[in-house]
């Protein structure tokens, strides 16, 4: 075995990712259909600002989000040791319940500074809630999974291997193909045609998630600086676009994430019947998706998105038959009331900001006679332009629009009246699957906004701000 090496976890990530989206390329073809329509889209937008590709950080151009749904407290534990040697840490909840789905979720994601801006790929990864499931099918739900293994002997190897600290250029090398099938897609269903039906007449999603032997990744969203163009875009381009766009309306200062998708394919999948004779079937799950992404907000502007969201939510008649365009009306009316300048989502506490020290601020600080001591605040030191800032990127995903993305998918109406109430005891049942809390994405970004503080500290030579 060739020698032994701790690991560069973002290289691994980005190898990882890139495998993925090469796969899932062949897999889906209408998946590349929409990275090139992403890739010119953003060339017109930067083209008219004067900039082009280059100009954006790295990470524009690796930058994906994928999906997958499991079935067992196991597979959801394998999952997250195999994601660790890529860096990527279960982050938030997220309870499905609210469309009346069996699943909730977290997702695995970078979380430093540095991880993020070498790549911050992620996966948003959905189990499925046993005790969700009607009980006369709970039998088959929990027996089929049992009998599926997602990782190889030699994945097991080494994840185990890697726990120990330990990494060598075979194993390296090794862990991108092995980890790939995990997430493969087979057309050919583990069980019988009527226990698929039995399950899918329960929920498409139960179906999805028991019937094949991996965890196919279902999609895997390229982010866009204009979501709107690459909607447009998609529609000219005869894709089945879903008919709105999820998550805040168009803004000044774009927060949070915007979202849309083509929806899922019919896929020819073979089953077998009680013979034993091989049937054919189809089963829909895979889709594509695009995102832009704003700033992250606090505590307090996640509260603010979330009670003008629900606003336009009440405001929406579901049977109306021209639901997307009035909710997207609604909705750019409660919006009104969500602040749309920098500064003042910043004074206001609605936005997480990165402070950086200027050169004027450095070289003003150097010069400065020994004998004056400054303990300013970061106010002081903005309005003498010692210090400057811009919005920290919003790395999660967002419930509700999960919901209408899960939705359209299953070809349902995606106007229904969405329930806004959270389950209670979901979270703790996560938990317990997981093995561990999820980390709370309002205390990584409040970490962010203090680290760069602390930075502002140092390059202006303070002893505190
Ligand atoms: C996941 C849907 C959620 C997003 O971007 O909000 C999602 C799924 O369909 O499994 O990926
Ligand atoms: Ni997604």
Same mark, same amino acid.
Not at 127 to 146: C, N, Y
Not at 251 to 272: D, G, H, M, N, W
């Given at each position: 075995?060739?020698?032994?090496?701790?690991?560069?976890?973002?290289?691994?990530?980005?190898?990882?990712?890139?495998?993925?989206?090469?796969?899932?390329?062949?897999?889906?073809?209408?998946?590349?259909?929409? %990275?090139?329509?992403?890739?010119?889209?953003?060339?017109?937008?930067?083209?008219?600002?004067?900039?082009?590709?280059?100009?954006?950080?790295?990470?524009?151009?690796?930058?994906?989000?994928?999906?997958?749904?499991?079935?067992?407290?196991?597979?959801?534990?394998?999952?997250?040791?195999?994601?660790?040697?890529?860096?990527?840490?279960? %982050?938030?909840?997220?309870?499905?319940?609210?469309?009346?789905?069996?699943?909730?979720?977290?997702?695995?994601?970078?979380?430093?500074?540095?991880?993020?801006?070498?790549?911050?790929?992620?996966?948003?990864?959905?189990?499925?809630?046993?005790?969700?499931?009607?009980?006369?099918?709970?039998?088959?739900?929990?027996?089929?999974?049992?009998?599926?293994?997602?990782?190889?002997?030699?994945?097991?190897?080494?994840?185990?291997?890697?726990?120990?600290?330990?990494?060598?250029?075979?194993?390296?090398?090794?862990?991108?193909?092995?980890?790939?099938?995990?997430?493969?897609?087979?057309?050919?269903?583990? %069980?019988p045609l009527e226990d698929y039906l039995k399950l899918k007449q329960e929920h498409l999603m139960i179906a999805d998630i028991i019937c094949f032997?991996?965890?196919?990744?279902?999609?895997?969203?390229?982010?866009?600086?204009?979501?709107?163009?690459?909607?447009?875009?998609?529609?000219?381009?005869?894709?089945?676009?879903?008919?709105?766009?999820?998550?805040?309306?168009?803004?000044?200062?774009?927060?949070?994430?915007?979202?849309?998708?083509?929806?899922?394919?019919?896929?020819? %999948?073979?089953?077998?019947?009680?013979?034993?004779?091989?049937?054919?079937?189809?089963?829909?799950?895979?889709?594509?998706?695009?995102?832009?992404?704003?700033?992250?907000?606090?505590?307090?502007?996640?509260?603010?998105?979330?009670?003008?969201?629900?606003?336009?939510?009440?405001?929406?008649?579901?049977?109306?038959?021209?639901?997307?365009?009035?909710?997207?009306?609604?909705?750019?009316?409660?919006?009104?009331?969500?602040?749309?300048?920098?500064?003042?989502?910043?004074?206001?506490?609605?936005?997480?900001?990165?402070?950086?020290?200027?050169?004027?601020?450095?070289?003003?600080?150097?010069?400065?006679?020994?004998?004056?001591?400054?303990?300013?605040?970061?106010?002081?030191?903005?309005?003498?332009?010692?210090?400057?800032?811009?919005?920290?990127?919003?790395?999660?995903?967002?419930?509700?629009?999960?919901?209408?993305?899960?939705?359209?998918?299953?070809?349902?109406?995606?106007?229904?009246?969405?329930?806004?109430?959270?389950?209670?005891?979901?979270?703790?049942?996560?938990?317990?699957?997981?093995?561990?809390?999820?980390?709370?994405?309002?205390?990584?970004?409040?970490?962010?906004?203090?680290?760069?503080?602390?930075?502002?500290?140092?390059?202006?030579?303070?002893?505190?701000?």
């Amino acid at each position: 075995m060739s020698s032994e090496h701790s690991w560069d976890a973002a290289e691994l990530r980005t190898r990882f990712s890139l495998a993925l989206s090469d796969m899932y390329k062949t897999e889906v073809p209408l998946y590349g259909k929409l %990275v090139e329509i992403v890739q010119q889209v953003d060339n017109t937008v930067l083209r008219k600002e004067g900039r082009d590709l280059n100009d954006l950080p790295s990470r524009h151009h690796l930058e994906r989000h994928g999906a997958i749904r499991l079935g067992t407290e196991h597979e959801l534990q394998m999952i997250k040791r195999l994601f660790a040697i890529f860096g990527m840490y279960a %982050v938030g909840y997220y309870d499905l319940r609210i469309v009346g789905f069996p699943l909730h979720a977290t997702a695995f994601r970078p979380i430093t500074e540095e991880a993020l801006m070498r790549n911050p790929f992620r996966v948003f990864t959905s189990v499925l809630r046993k005790d969700q499931i009607t009980a006369s099918i709970r039998g088959t739900v929990e027996a089929i999974p049992e009998k599926r293994n997602l990782f190889s002997p030699r994945l097991m190897e080494i994840i185990e291997h890697a726990e120990n600290g330990m990494m060598c250029d075979k194993n390296a090398d090794d862990l991108i193909p092995e980890a790939l099938k995990v997430f493969r897609w087979h057309s050919r269903s583990t %069980v019988p045609l009527e226990d698929y039906l039995k399950l899918k007449q329960e929920h498409l999603m139960i179906a999805d998630i028991i019937c094949f032997p991996s965890a196919h990744i279902n999609h895997l969203t390229p982010r866009s600086l204009d979501i709107n163009l690459v909607q447009d875009e998609m529609i000219k381009a005869g894709l089945p676009a879903k008919e709105r766009i999820e998550g805040p309306p168009s803004r000044q200062c774009p927060i949070l994430l915007r979202q849309t998708s083509f929806k899922a394919l019919e896929e020819l %999948v073979t089953f077998y019947n009680a013979d034993g004779d091989f049937v054919n079937g189809t089963h829909t799950a895979r889709f594509g998706e695009v995102e832009q992404r704003g700033a992250a907000v606090t505590r307090k502007g996640r509260k603010l998105y979330d009670q003008l969201l629900a606003h336009a939510v009440q405001n929406t008649a579901p049977t109306d038959p021209d639901y997307p365009q009035k909710f997207d009306h609604h909705l750019v009316d409660a919006f009104s009331n969500y602040p749309d300048i920098w500064e003042r989502l910043r004074t206001q506490g609605l936005v997480y900001m990165r402070y950086r020290a200027t050169e004027t601020g450095k070289a003003y600080m150097a010069k400065r006679p020994a004998d004056i001591s400054l303990c300013p605040n970061i106010e002081d030191l903005l309005s003498r332009g010692f210090v400057n800032y811009e919005p920290i990127t919003y790395e999660d995903l967002l419930p509700l629009s999960a919901a209408g993305i899960f939705r359209s998918n299953l070809g349902e109406d995606s106007h229904e009246k969405l329930s806004i109430q959270q389950a209670e005891n979901g979270l703790l049942e996560l938990e317990k699957a997981l093995g561990c809390k999820p980390l709370d994405e309002f205390d990584l970004y409040d970490q962010l906004q203090e680290q760069s503080i602390r930075e502002c500290t140092e390059d202006l030579r303070l002893e505190k701000i």
